[in-house]
């Protein structure tokens, strides 16, 4: 049995959508590494991309991710202020 075949099984089996690929899972691992923190070196590495431009297409962080990075660039300029972060 194919390998896609068996992903589609369980996908049904977790009554996940269609959609869903195996492709998508490395789009998460990548997604995953990132809000992680991983370098993104280490991340273009994992997934065998040349260009560090090929990873970031597969980048797509959530809103929290997003939210985390602003607040720590705004903590980080209040303390080099000297405010209070």
Partial sequence: MSSRRRFAEIRAEAHLPEQLTPHCLRHSYVTHLAEEGWAAKFIQDQVGHSHAATTAIYMSVGDD??????????DDQLTRLGGAG
């Fill in 65 to 74: 991710f997003k939210d985390r990075l602003v607040r720590a660039a705004i």
